[in-house]
């Protein structure tokens, strides 16, 4: 019994607990911690619509005569379809521009 508690509680002591990114800021500056949280819920609401496609359509360029829209986010409007920018960047290349096919953005 001794021997099996002092395993559990060596095992306890070596496990390494890691938290997110922490971020000090001075009283004085302006903070506004729920803008934080909807644009944490927009990036994962981006992600979640990404991974549920079946189908991503990537466009290095978008034809002509799309339209920019910026609310509730930045994408182009080409006709009946919609594309989101995205910004990609291989290591020692300089970003690139690519266009995801994305569902009809709601307004909130």
Do not use: H, N
Request: aromatic share 14%; charged share 20%.
């Amino acid at each position: 019994m001794k021997q099996s508690l002092w395993v559990l509680l060596s095992l306890l002591v070596s496990i390494q607990l890691q938290a997110g990114q922490v971020v000090v800021r001075k009283a004085s500056e302006p903070f506004d911690a729920f803008a934080v949280r909807d644009k944490v819920q927009q990036d994962f609401e981006w992600r979640e619509s990404l991974r549920l496609q079946q189908q991503i359509q990537i466009l290095q360029s978008l034809p002509l005569g799309c339209v920019l829209f910026k609310s509730p986010y930045a994408y182009y409007r080409c006709g009946a379809s919609f594309y989101r920018p995205y910004l990609y960047q291989t290591e020692g290349l300089d970003p690139q521009q690519f266009y995801i096919q994305v569902d009809p953005p709601v307004s909130q």
